[in-house]
């Protein structure tokens, strides 16, 4: 791992966001990560460096966070207020007795709470806009950022010659500006289809954004004037996701630690709601020992009182099954943990030193395979994902 990946990294505490300020390094939007590369890989930096393309990714990145905002604000809004409209009538139910004035007042809550409910999961159920468009956006910016290193690894040896030849510069430069138009063409006329084509791509034969790269091409350029091109990959391509997906792996708002709390939460309370079960169960039976009829026990207000409890617990069960199965924590962990470790391995290899050019490439193919499948992985996950109760 580079000094720069090291001290992208920092020192976070359990409480820290591991993202934040992420700047998708690998397409060099920061500075920092701009600075490193001048001192490394100049020459590298000048004919890679692509502000086009890290135009468009900003504009779909951003309009991508926003329609996953707005997406995960519906399912959150659906079921809160599904839950407050099933408690406040419970409540209303379970407690006579109670002032006319607050039985008014919970009947209208639990009355407006359901129509919100309603109208935010049939928004979402009917219509699925914010999710769509967030998966859409977001299959295009991973195409973009596919399309930044294919480009490259699949133009090797223009890519040499283009350090120190003008003129191959600019055929460079005008060879990866009509693979960035078609791909821009191609999403702008198809865009609704393409995650449908992504998630069932089951033989994975779209990996290549160009038909040309499909088949494997040694380039013809030595191993030394390579080097600093692997050198610049290896930056760019492994080491900038291997710290992402890293950082995805820790702390507290990572999708493991949450999963695990869920998990942890949902066990206990399923405990809770055993132990609360079989105490309700007794108490009823012992309080119709002393009546006309068993019947009679479970009319006892203490037994409608703690019923009333319970199926509250019963709520907040499903309520974080629910949240569970919106935000899709277990394959999410699984996905990273998967992509991680596979990130690590290719790069272990990549940086052996008995690894050859045509080696390299090979690693480099794999890589871009790999980032096919993670994507596919994410959008079968976020397609399937919903706060269904």
């Not at 419970?90 to 129509?115: C, H, Q």
């Not at 499909?214 to 030595?222: L, N, T």
């Not at 290899?349 to 499948?373: C, G």
């Amino acid at each position: 791992m580079s000094e720069n990946t090291q001290q992208n990294r920092g020192i976070h505490g359990p409480f820290d966001d591991k993202l934040a300020g992420w700047q998708n390094d690998d397409l060099i939007f920061s500075q920092k990560q701009r600075d490193f590369l001048q001192e490394h890989c100049p020459d590298q930096l000048r004919v890679a460096d692509w502000p086009e393309l890290r135009e468009m990714f900003k504009a779909r990145d951003d309009e991508a966070n926003r329609d996953k905002r707005d997406n995960r604000s519906l399912g959150f809004i659906a079921l809160l207020f599904g839950c407050v409209a099933l408690l406040s009538a419970a409540i209303v139910r379970g407690f006579s007795g109670l002032p006319d004035w607050l039985t008014a007042t919970l009947l209208l809550v639990s009355a407006i709470s359901g129509v919100v409910a309603v109208i935010s999961g049939v928004t979402r159920a009917l219509f699925r806009s914010p999710k769509h468009t967030w998966l859409a956006r977001r299959l295009w910016t991973e195409r973009l950022r596919q399309l930044n290193f294919q480009f490259i690894i699949n133009n090797l040896d223009l890519a040499v010659k283009a350090v120190s030849d003008e003129s191959k510069l600019a055929e460079w430069n005008e060879s990866r500006a009509k693979q960035l138009s078609l791909l821009s063409h191609d999403f702008e006329q198809k865009v609704s289809q393409r995650v449908r084509n992504i998630v069932e791509d089951l033989d994975e034969s779209d990996v290549w954004i160009s038909p040309d790269w499909q088949d494997f091409k040694p380039p013809g350029a030595s191993e030394a004037s390579l080097a600093k091109w692997f050198e610049f990959l290896l930056h760019q391509r492994f080491e900038v996701q291997e710290d992402y997906s890293s950082r995805q792996l820790t702390g507290m708002k990572s999708p493991v630690f949450r999963h695990q709390l869920l998990s942890r939460v949902s066990a206990g309370l399923t405990v809770v709601l055993i132990l609360f079960s079989l105490g309700v169960s007794a108490l009823a039976f012992c309080l119709g020992l002393s009546k006309e009829t068993f019947s009679d026990g479970l009319k006892d207000p203490w037994v409608v009182q703690l019923g009333l409890i319970l199926g509250g617990l019963g709520i907040g069960f499903v309520a974080l099954r629910a949240v569970g199965d919106g935000l899709q924590l277990q394959a999410e962990s699984d996905r990273y943990l998967w992509y991680n470790a596979g990130v690590k391995n290719l790069m272990a290899r990549y940086q052996a030193q008995e690894t050859s050019k045509v080696e390299k490439l090979e690693i480099l193919r794999a890589m871009e395979r790999m980032s096919y499948q993670e994507l596919r992985g994410f959008l079968q996950t976020n397609e399937r994902a919903g706060f269904w109760v």
